[in-house]
């Protein structure tokens, strides 16, 4: 007998997709497509809210590593925090088919099912390696603030690189697009990652401000005229990060659109 | 003097160094530290010339006894002076790192007095960041060439990554232009540092706690285009480089007009050879991650790189009946020697077909780029569909590929057009 097509909406955590894909498996449905709080789809197909249970989550988990292999989770877990659009969807069928074909699905690269996967966390493993390096703090009373517009969810990977390179700082990273932030204090050790609907740091203060200007100081320094290649500078740091960037701003607000870095350049170099 | 005014004179010297990496360490901070490295290496920003900023690139003076000709801080030289004190340094370091503009300190110098006294007052600097300021991120520091040998080793207990800069790529070149540095004063520390790795790597191996000499390894650079060295020259001298002094890194740094002594090539008009020192780094990539040999790539018939083509492509155009390579059963060597298939494409493939049979559309979906691998691959015995080219043709394909990525430069060399057309 056809497994039945319906539309799952779920609380848009992880735990809520594992229990959709236990959902889906024990009553014999095919999900057709998901959807989260703050989605707009309508589906033709009969909707079905599926409740998040820790435990059915659990044993949907447990079963990735030994049936997909490490990878095969490993793929899972950062697949699901990338933006690809329906990734659900996309995870579902990666799943299904990792359950029929074993571990050998990692490799399967050339499968349709698997490739959309590997491209989509290839893209989100990009984006953390440039803001590993990209991310600009700024010191407010002790705690050092910064904020990124990122197109995937990258603040649970960010994580780890920064509580080991910051360990005695305490710190916030704020997520403009994802609208969550990342806290971190030293002692005792914790980190959490919150949702927050706005945030809007003070203005800098003296020190922070002499910093920013002994940076962009030596920023425009290290260039050598002879050599200057735009396109160069442009493959490597692609235009969407700078306006973040404490080298592009003068000390104008954080908030400039995205022609703001061309123009506060040519001022500074007037 | 003002902070600012030092940093933009010392900057300013440094930037012709064109080493800016923060690679070959992995490290955790210890309690109560600031500061970690990654293996990869992790760029912060790239300057308008497109290079990437990774560390706080700085000397710690531009005061200098020595008078090297194509140095910009000769003594002959009438520049402004500045000298940063340990402790500048050490809170400019910090409120970068801090605020994540930078992955650590690269500190190099002018000689000051003496080659010692110049290597002490950095050391003073690094040892303050490390055990004052308990700073665990990366440090990149230069030897000077005639420094004390100790001294020189107490500088890499402080540092991840040293180097020593072979400067000009020849002993006449040397004699010529930096009278004051031998070819010995710039080998002997070279080969102490590369000593001195090898028995920190076995006090290691034995004792958990046995202080680590440049974990990251060691570097060098040379100037391009400053004296008539032919390309061969410099990939024989950079190939056994990487062999006798197991260096991590060789940069090249295309010769910037500075001066205006006859020794050197006329300031005016001069273009810096840029697409030369670009053919040299892909065939440094070369030797290092594609398993290729200096003699395979250069002879002495053809003793400098081919303008129009990459030097892979070069090197495929020259050996036609070793292709085309079967994607289903080459194996990994001769996959990485395929022009336009690179590690990650090679990889890919060799995971992939375990499944199953690959075909063209399946490389695509891999990732992989047939723009220039098209001709060099077969599927199952097939090429690609309604692929007909000549020995000729394939030359002039992949010489219209490359131009548009070479928008710097117009080549130079349009004849080749004609000797094959």
């Given at each position: 007998m056809p497994w039945s097509q319906v539309a799952y909406s779920y609380d848009g955590t992880f735990n809520g997709f594992l229990t959709c894909v236990y959902e889906s498996y024990v009553n014999k449905e095919r999900p057709a497509c998901f959807s989260a709080p703050g989605d707009v789809q309508l589906s033709l197909y009969p909707e079905r809210a599926v409740e998040t249970d820790a435990a059915h989550a659990r044993r949907v988990l447990v079963s990735l590593p030994k049936k997909l292999s490490a990878d095969g989770l490993h793929l899972v877990t950062h697949g699901f925090l990338t933006c690809l659009p329906e990734k659900e969807k996309h995870l579902y069928d990666f799943i299904a088919l990792g359950y029929e074909q074993g571990p050998s699905v990692v490799r399967s690269l050339t499968d349709d099912r698997v490739a959309v996967l590997v491209k989509a966390a290839t893209h989100l493993k990009g984006e953390v390696h440039l803001l590993r390096g990209f991310i600009r703090f700024s010191e407010q009373e002790g705690v050092l603030i910064a904020e990124i517009e990122p197109k995937n969810r990258v603040l649970p990977i960010l994580r780890s690189h920064f509580c080991a390179r910051y360990s005695g700082e305490r710190f916030l990273i704020y997520d403009r697009t994802h609208k969550e932030a990342l806290f971190y204090q030293p002692s005792p050790k914790q980190w959490a990652i919150v949702p927050l609907e706005e945030f809007h740091p003070a203005a800098p203060g003296q020190e922070e401000r002499d910093y920013r200007a002994l940076w962009r100081r030596f920023y425009d320094t290290i260039a050598i005229e002879g050599r200057y290649n735009p396109k160069c500078r442009m493959t490597h740091m692609p235009k969407r990060y700078w306006h973040l960037m404490t080298e592009f701003n003068g000390d104008v607000p954080a908030d400039v659109g995205p022609d703001g870095p061309a123009r506060s350049q040519k001022e500074l170099s007037t | 003097m003002e902070l600012m005014d030092k940093l933009t004179i010392l900057a300013d010297a440094a930037k012709y160094d064109a080493a800016c990496t923060s690679s070959g360490l992995d490290r955790t901070s210890r309690p109560g530290g600031l500061g970690s490295t990654i293996m990869a290496g992790c760029c912060h920003s790239f300057s308008a010339d497109g290079r990437c900023v990774t560390l706080l690139k700085?000397?710690?003076?531009?005061?200098?006894?020595y008078d090297c000709q194509?140095?910009?801080?000769?003594?002959s030289n009438d520049v402004p002076r500045a000298a940063f004190t340990p402790r500048e340094l050490c809170e400019l370091t910090i409120g970068f790192y801090r605020r994540n503009y930078i992955e650590g300190l690269f500190l190099s110098s002018a000689v000051w007095g003496s080659p010692d006294r110049t290597t002490e007052l950095m050391t003073e600097t690094l040892r303050l960041l490390r055990r004052e300021y308990n700073f665990w991120g990366y440090i990149h520091a230069k030897a000077i060439p005639g420094a004390d040998p100790l001294l020189t080793h107490r500088l890499g207990l402080f540092a991840d990554r040293l180097s020593v800069n072979i400067?000009?790529?020849?002993e006449q070149s040397l004699k010529l232009l930096a009278p004051d540095k031998g070819k010995q004063s710039i080998l002997a520390p070279m080969g102490q540092i590369r000593d001195g790795i090898r028995t920190s790597r076995q006090e290691l191996a034995l004792y958990k706690h046995a202080p680590r000499f440049a974990p990251a390894g060691q570097s060098t650079q040379m100037i391009v285009g400053a004296t008539p060295e032919s390309d061969l020259h410099i990939l024989r001298l950079t190939e056994s480089l990487y062999q006798k002094y197991q260096l991590k890194r060789v940069f090249y740094s295309a010769y910037m007009p500075v001066s205006d002594s006859k020794l050197l090539p006329a300031r005016r008009d001069f273009k810096p050879p840029l697409l030369r020192e670009h053919r040299l780094y892909q065939a440094d990539w070369l030797l290092r991650y594609y398993k290729f040999e200096a003699r395979e790539l250069l002879d002495e018939q053809n003793p400098n790189f081919n303008p129009l083509v990459d030097p892979k492509c070069s090197w495929a155009l020259n050996h036609l009946e070793r292709f085309p390579v079967e994607v289903n059963t080459a194996d990994y060597e001769t996959l990485l020697r395929v022009p336009g298939i690179g590690v990650r494409s090679a990889q890919r493939i060799l995971s992939a077909r375990r499944c199953g049979a690959l075909d063209f559309s399946g490389l695509r979906k891999l990732g992989v780029v047939l723009k220039r691998a098209q001709y060099f691959l077969t599927c199952s015995g097939r090429m690609v569909e309604g692929l007909r080219v000549r020995e000729d043709g394939i030359i002039r394909h992949l010489v219209a590929q490359e131009r548009p990525m070479l928008a710097q430069e117009a080549p130079e060399q349009l004849c080749l057009f004609e000797n094959t057309g």
């Open positions: - | 700085v000397l710690m003076t531009n005061r200098c006894v194509y140095c910009v801080n000769r003594r400067e000009l790529p020849s």
